[in-house]
């Protein structure tokens, strides 16, 4: 069963959303130099995918945690009904590019769904770098919640 998002949350929401685009405005313009750990302590990457219709790069900075050499990211779009952009750009195409600071990687995305095998391992991986946010924003919608391992490419 879902809540309904109380409304302290759907206001602050314009206000995460504004932060989250000058995050990525400020990773991108300094190189990698700020941004990684501009969220405390929860790091930060930039996801750089192509869009599924435009065929642009789109950038994004997501939280992200390690599990072996692969990244982990949270589809939770702030705990919203509809998945992010970047989701549906990696479904359309898994290839993508990270920056961790200032290194580059290439990456493939495996998309995990509730109940593929590994998905409530890295979902727990995930939540608990970020402090549960993950776990409460899971409790509050009705879609899916994908988890995004974005392994890097050994070429």
Request: hydrophobic content about 40%; cysteine-free; aromatic content about 8%.
């Given at each position: ?49 192509t869009g599924r219709r435009s065929g642009e ?99």
């Open positions: 069963m879902t809540e309904t998002p109380s409304p302290l949350r759907r206001a602050l929401e314009p206000l995460l959303r504004g932060f989250t685009r000058m995050h990525r405005w400020v990773y991108l313009r300094s190189g990698g130099r700020v941004g990684r750990r501009m969220t405390g302590p929860v790091t930060s990457l930039l996801l750089h995918t790069r789109r950038s994004v900075a997501l939280a992200y945690t390690n599990d072996g050499d692969a990244f982990v990211v949270v589809a939770s779009n702030f705990g919203g009904e509809r998945p992010p952009g970047w989701l549906l750009n990696l479904q359309a195409d898994p290839h993508a590019h990270v920056n961790i600071g200032r290194r580059s990687v290439a990456v493939t995305a495996d998309v995990l769904l509730p109940g593929a095998s590994e998905y409530e391992r890295v979902f727990e991986v995930a939540n608990k770098a970020n402090g549960g946010i993950f776990e409460r924003y899971r409790a509050t919608m009705s879609r899916p919640l994908p988890v995004v391992r974005l392994v890097p490419d050994r070429r």
